[in-house]
Structure formats: C-alpha cells, structure tokens
Nanobody, 119 residues
Framework: QLRLVESGGGWVQPGGSLRLSCAASGFTFEYYAVAWFRQAPGKEREGVSCLRRDGGTTNIADTVKGRFTISRDNSKNTVYLQIYSLKPEDTAVYYC????????????WGQGTQVTVSS
C-alpha cells in the first residue's frame, strides 16, 4: 500500500525555521515527483513547490521563494521541506503529494502536518 507521512510541524516564532519531512512507504520516492502544498484556515490549498524526478524544482510559489527549499534523501525514501524566516502567514497545514510528474493533480497524498507561526 502506498503511503505518505508528513512530520516536523509545530509551533515556531516568526523568523524561525522548521524542516518538514515526507516519508514514503510502499513505493520508491526516487521515481516520483514530490510536491508540497499548504492550506491555511479559511483559504484554498496552495502549491508550495515540486521536486521533479530529475532533482530539479518547479512550481515555486512567489510567497515562499528564497525561504523554502525542497530536497530528497533517496536512502531514506524521504523528501524534505526546509523553511526559513517563517512568517505568521505561513501558518497552515502542510501536505506532501506524489505522482510521476509535477503537475496539477497528484494521486498520492499525506495526512498533513500543522505549522503555526506566532509570537
């Protein structure tokens, strides 16, 4: 069974950093594109970034450019989202998703991890 599990969320003060993890089981992440999304209360889900199978990054939201970095550790079958200089408006549930390519739809989703940025 294909499964994605996010972790690493929590509460952090503005200006702080977090690293979110997305661990896969039942399939090999190396052969998939993996994207991160987020959804803030009362708002639509927003695409954050997508890591292609070739290692390149695409679909980076303007609101996170320069602050969010996506990376992959194939030995751990895990994709990471490193977040710097967190702002209160980054507060959201963060989800990872996977499919054969970066695009508008993804077949596999995790359950999400909450990130709260406040003082």
């Amino acid at each position: 069974q294909l499964r994605l599990v996010e972790s690493g969320g929590g509460w952090v003060q503005p200006g702080g950093s977090l690293r979110l993890s997305c661990a896969a089981s039942g399939f090999t992440f190396e052969y998939y594109a993996v994207a991160w999304f987020r959804q803030a209360p009362g708002k639509e889900r927003e695409g954050v970034s997508c890591l292609r199978r070739d290692g390149g990054t695409t679909n980076i939201a303007d609101t996170v450019k320069g602050r969010f970095t996506i990376s992959r550790d194939n030995s751990k079958n895990t994709v990471y989202l490193q977040i710097y200089s967190l702002k209160p408006e980054d507060t959201a549930v963060y989800y990872c998703a996977a499919d054969y390519r970066c695009g508008d739809t993804y077949r596999h989703w995790g359950q999400g991890t909450q990130v709260t940025v406040s003082s």
